[in-house]
């Protein structure tokens, strides 16, 4: 019995190597589909952009928004006022990611959310043609 429980020990901190791969779309972009909480989403691989962003209706379907801290950010389109918190999970293919950083966008006309370089960093990323590898 004592074996069992060793060997549980041991395989419990193997890590297990994951790999989702990606077809653009035809606009040549990125996107899978994820969850925050059990709230769905849709997310740009977007390696320009520093961090993880939700949209705020996304935010409220998980139960995470607020407890804010509020940041303006200038970008290309003016101003925006933005929600910096962390989420209890953060989900895409088959990666997890407990108590992450996001903001949450309150701009009602972004579509979907970004995955970062604060991510992204964490990963191996491999391109062929048409086609993206995120691997850890």
Same mark, same amino acid.
């Given at each position: 019995?004592?074996?069992?429980?060793?060997?549980?020990?041991?395989?419990?901190?193997?890590?297990?190597?994951?790999?989702?791969?990606?077809?653009?779309?035809?606009?040549?972009?990125?996107?899978?589909?994820?969850?925050?909480?059990? +709230?769905? !989403? %849709?997310?740009?691989?977007? /390696?320009?952009? @520093?961090?993880?962003?939700?949209?705020? &209706?996304?935010?409220?379907?998980?139960?995470?928004?607020?407890?804010?801290?509020?940041?303006?950010?200038?970008?290309?389109?003016?101003?925006?006022?933005?929600?910096?918190?962390?989420? +209890?999970? !953060? %989900?895409?293919?088959?990666? /997890?990611?407990? @108590?992450?950083?996001?903001?949450?966008? &309150?701009?009602?006309?972004?579509?979907?959310?970004?995955?970062?370089?604060?991510?992204?960093?964490?990963?191996?990323?491999?391109?062929?043609?048409?086609?993206?590898?995120?691997?850890?």
């Amino acid at each position: 019995m004592r074996a069992w429980w060793i060997l549980l020990a041991l395989c419990s901190n193997l890590a297990i190597a994951a790999s989702l791969e990606v077809a653009a779309g035809r606009t040549g972009l990125f996107f899978v589909d994820g969850f925050v909480g059990a +709230a769905p !989403l %849709r997310l740009l691989i977007d /390696t320009g952009a @520093d961090g993880v962003t939700i949209p705020r &209706t996304v935010a409220n379907q998980a139960g995470e928004y607020g407890g804010c801290k509020w940041v303006r950010k200038m970008t290309a389109n003016g101003p925006i006022d933005l929600c910096q918190r962390r989420v +209890a999970s !953060l %989900r895409f293919g088959p990666f /997890t990611f407990k @108590d992450w950083p996001v903001t949450i966008t &309150t701009d009602e006309s972004v579509p979907s959310g970004l995955i970062g370089t604060d991510i992204l960093r964490l990963m191996t990323i491999e391109m062929a043609k048409d086609k993206m590898r995120l691997s850890m």
